[in-house]
């Protein structure tokens, strides 16, 4: 097998506190805000493919700023 060899990241730590702040967060919506808990698979398709759309012309349009939001808005959608 072969052995995957890291770059040290310095930030290593950081980013990996920041997803686990993303994790509690999406748990406590899902469990409190009353949107969050009607949602199923089913009802997020549409809003994922419509988020999709989205950073498909953000990148089109060759906008750094608003692909760095639509893939955190995707983010949203695959930790839920």
Not at 10 to 32: S, W
Request: charged fraction near 40%; charge should be negative.
């Amino acid at each position: 097998m072969r052995e995957i060899i890291r770059e040290k990241d310095e930030k290593r730590a950081e980013k990996l506190e920041a997803f686990d702040r993303l994790l509690t967060i999406m748990d406590e919506l899902r469990l409190n805000c009353p949107w969050d808990k009607k949602q199923t698979i089913e009802s997020l398709r549409h809003l994922t493919i419509e988020e999709t759309y989205e950073l498909s012309d953000a990148i089109l349009e060759n906008d750094l700023d608003e692909v760095k939001k639509e893939l955190g808005d995707i983010m949203l959608h695959i930790v839920f």
